[in-house]
T-cell receptor
Framework: EDKVVQSPLSLVVHEGDTVTLNCSYE??????LLWYKQEKKAPTFLFML????IEKKSGRLSSILDKKELFSILNITATQTGDSAIYLC????????????FGKGTLLTVNP | GAVVSQHPSRVICKSGTSVKIECRSL??????MFWYRQFPKQSLMLMAT?????????EQGVEKDKFLINHASLTLSTLTVTSAHPEDSSFYIC????????????FGPGTRLLVL
């Protein structure tokens, strides 16, 4: 059975701090790893990673994938209160449908 | 781009009734859409994969006769919860895949179902 494990499950920081969120996976026939941000409603897409060692960046957020160690990290620098959310890691695997398996998420709270 | 809508956003119904949830891709065509369920403080669990013009593929443990999926066009998939019971109360989220196999999934805003 495909498995995606995120850590920590929750994290509380102050504005301006830098955080690193972790995601490890065990899946059959890996295709890609995705990061989503979920606030009150449905997840919004952040990154899709398919190749090892290539960092993807968007503003203060960045992410990298290690396919040898089956691991990804999501970094957020200079955190702001608006970064408070649940960050979900998902892995696309399997056959023609490329279904996503989600981790339980990391609840990030950024205090002013 | 890549906007997905869901309707309704919230529904309250009596036990035994059926509820239909619509998922639409607004600015792109989606051959494949996915239906997820999320219980409080839990992650998203894939229920089924909906392919336009063919039968949905259900995940293990999901009753296909209870959760009817219809994907009649490239921009619309519907999930009908038949004979809903209180334990079906949950947050139902759909996603639509952009660009075919391997493409990114974009999520709708979700539908919160409460069955009394």
């Amino acid at each position: 059975e495909d498995k995606v494990v995120q850590s920590p499950l929750s994290l509380v920081v102050h504005e301006g701090d830098t955080v690193t969120l972790n995601c490890s996976y065990e899946v059959t026939n890996f295709r890609s790893l995705l990061w989503y941000k979920q606030e009150k409603k449905a997840p919004t897409f952040l990154f899709m990673l398919t190749s090892s060692g290539i960092e993807k960046k968007s503003g203060r957020l960045s992410s990298i994938l290690d396919k040898k160690e089956l691991f990804s990290i999501l970094n957020i620098t200079a955190t702001q209160t608006g970064d408070s959310a649940i960050y979900l890691c998902a892995v696309s695997s399997g056959g023609s449908n490329y279904k996503l398996t989600f981790g339980k998420g990391t609840l990030l709270t950024v205090n002013p | 781009g890549a906007v997905v809508s869901q309707h309704p956003s919230r529904v309250i119904c009596k036990s035994g009734t059926s509820v239909k949830i619509e998922c639409r891709s607004l600015d792109f065509q989606a051959t494949t859409m996915f239906w997820y369920r999320q219980f409080p403080k839990q992650s998203l669990m894939l229920m089924a994969t909906s392919n336009e013009g063919s039968k949905a593929t259900y995940e293990q443990g999901v009753e296909k006769d209870k959760f009817l999926i219809n994907h009649a066009s490239l921009t619309l998939s519907t999930l009908t919860v038949t004979s809903a019971h209180p334990e079906d109360s949950s947050f139902y989220i759909c996603s639509a895949r952009v660009g075919g196999v391997g493409g990114t999934q974009y999520f709708g805003p979700g539908t919160r179902l409460l069955v009394l």
